[in-house]
């Protein structure tokens, strides 16, 4: 393959990663775009990008689906399914209503178009990359110059440099982290020089300025995991040296906006009426009893029963609890699913990035759900393919296979057509 070939297949990769990441959180809600992802119209769009990554690539074996790699994906899918059941039990939800109501699990076939496609890691670094500066233009944009240029559904922001300005966060936050996670692994790998260093920091503080708390605590922590997941003591010294000089910046920079946080953070878990406090009391209630504990209690259609827009009407959101919000509404099974890969992933023979994915997923997920919307399931596709594409190497690398190691790293790290 020519070099101009290789880039450009690289670059065609990196633009249709980016395009579905942008399409998975209807492109920032952007008015002009509204009319195409209507309703049910971003599935549809979607699906079909997704089908389009699929057929492309038909040298991918259908075994797949029956691999080992596909087992989280079906065990999580199928305890979604059993919470049908609860759903018509305890709310009459027949199974026509399930079916519609839980259409945005579609999302979770983009995992299929990731084995297909075998995105290199430079690859979707380039389309996270592109998003978080498309993000950042975005929010500064819609911020400062022109609010009318997205459709709000909800008007939140946070304040902003000072009083009457604001921030408004966008869909697609969730993408920021794994945007970070690359650079770090950048700088764990290489001399901290200009383009590594400034992508790292400009990363870091659009999560800042966004003022996301969990985001912006994981990434914190996850800048101190790649220090210590250092084997070398020169590697850990010089990303501790750039830990400490971002953290000096944003001390002494920005120490209105951490104090503020703070402080926010400390009334909000002390009000008995703060919304993720009623939400945790609701959630571990256990008004259905053992059923809905073991299966959830199903996503309800508003056709069929107003229980969920009451819910929100009173400041109750499943998304506000995470993975708690996520068990009640399907179960031990799915959350059973999530937390053991986590887990698994957090071991050191796996590459950081996969390490650092699965550490920032457990420090999330009780703030934050990346699990049961429609555009934020992409971001749990993002990082099953990480992980199971890294696990079959971190399997031979158990058995010092050298010959199988080459022909696995052959496959998933080089091109093919």
């Known amino acids: 393959m020519h070099l101009f070939e290789k880039k450009y297949f690289r670059f065609r990769v990196s633009f249709e990663l980016l395009l579905i990441l942008l399409m998975s959180c209807s492109f920032f809600d952007i008015r002009f775009f509204q009319p195409f992802f209507k309703n049910d119209n971003i599935i549809i769009t979607y699906m079909l990008m997704l089908a389009y990554f699929f057929i492309r690539n038909m040298g991918f074996s259908f075994r797949v689906g029956i691999s080992k790699k596909m087992r989280p994906l079906w065990w999580l899918l199928a305890g979604v399914l059993l919470s049908f059941i609860p759903a018509y039990l305890f709310y009459g939800q027949h199974l026509y209503y399930s079916v519609v109501a839980y259409r945005h699990f579609l999302g979770y076939f983009a995992f299929f178009a990731f084995l297909s496609v075998q995105p290199r890691r430079d690859e979707l670094k380039m389309a ?161 009893g053992f059923l809905s504990i073991l299966l959830g209690n199903g996503f309800i259609s508003g056709k069929v029963n107003p229980i969920m827009e009451n819910l929100r009407l009173d400041g109750i959101y499943h998304s506000d609890l995470g993975l708690i919000g996520f068990w009640h509404q399907f179960g031990l099974i799915p959350v059973i699913v999530i937390v053991t890969l986590c887990v698994k992933s957090i071991s050191s023979l796996h590459e950081f990035t996969v390490r650092a994915n699965g550490l920032h997923i457990l420090l999330c997920s009780l703030t934050i759900s990346y699990f049961h919307d429609f555009g934020l399931s992409l971001w749990l596709c993002l990082f099953m393919f990480l992980y199971e594409t890294d696990t079959e190497y971190v399997i031979a690398k158990r058995h010092q296979d050298e010959i199988r190691i080459q022909k696995i790293m052959k496959r998933y790290r080089s091109l093919s057509v």
Request: charged share 20%.
């Open 128 to 288: 996270l990359y592109a998003f978080t500066v498309i993000y950042c233009i975005c929010t500064f944009y819609v911020s400062f110059v022109n609010p009318g240029f997205i459709v709000f559904e909800e008007k939140e922001g946070f304040e902003f440099i000072e009083e009457g300005d604001f921030v408004h966060m966008l869909r697609g936050i969730q993408f920021l982290p794994l945007a970070y996670i690359f650079s770090l692994d950048d700088l764990r790998k290489e001399k901290i020089g200009i383009k590594n260093s400034l992508m790292a920091v400009f990363v870091f503080l659009v999560i800042f300025l966004v003022q996301n708390r969990s985001i912006l605590f994981s990434c914190i922590v996850l800048t101190i995991f790649a220090a210590l997941a250092n084997k070398s003591a020169r590697r850990r010294l010089i990303t501790g040296s750039f830990i400490l000089v971002l953290l000096t910046l944003a001390i002494v920079f920005m120490y209105h906006f951490i104090d503020k946080l703070v402080n926010e953070t400390i009334e909000q878990l002390s009000d008995q009426d703060y919304n993720r406090i009623k939400a945790f009391m609701y959630f571990t209630s256990g008004e259905n």
